[in-house]
């Protein structure tokens, strides 16, 4: 049973990337999915968070208009997109899946460690 980020690289300012998540050993369908990145000295901060249903995303601040989060059910799979990438978001990124929990609350606790399921993440690195 795990969970498994995968998709990050170096890219220059300005460029994209897509992450996957992906679940083996459970079913995403019935959890709540978020997006999660911690900087190089820096503390872990909620990126994008999806329900259930994956009609209502929630998107940090830093990152609305510029990255996506969606799910695919049927792959067992999240993945979040992102576009127009800064230095600042620069990060290892990491994916949690929870049950019975808000987006908003997922996203803004990022108490990564208290979620039913997450994994190692993986690295995006953003150049100028």
């Known amino acids: 049973v795990q969970l498994q980020a995968s998709g990050g690289g170096s890219v220059q300012a300005g460029g994209s990337l897509r992450l996957s998540c992906t679940a083996s050993?459970?079913?995403?369908?019935?959890?709540?999915i978020g997006w999660f990145r911690q900087a190089p000295g820096k503390g872990r901060e909620g990126v994008s968070c999806?329900?259930?249903?994956?009609?209502?995303?929630y998107h940090a601040d830093s990152v609305k208009g510029r990255f996506t989060i969606s799910r695919d059910n049927a792959n067992n799979q999240a993945h979040l997109q992102m576009n127009s990438l800064k230095p600042e978001d620069t990060a290892v990124y990491y994916c949690?899946?929870?049950?019975?929990?808000?987006?908003?609350?997922?996203?803004?606790?990022?108490?990564?460690?208290?979620?039913?399921?997450w994994g190692q993440g993986t690295e995006v690195t953003v150049s100028s």
């Open positions: 050993g459970f079913t995403l369908d019935s959890y709540t």
């Open positions: 949690a899946a929870h049950r019975g929990i808000t987006i908003a609350t997922m996203c803004r606790s990022a108490a990564l460690n208290e979620y039913d399921y």
């Open positions: 999806i329900s259930r249903s994956g009609d209502i995303p």
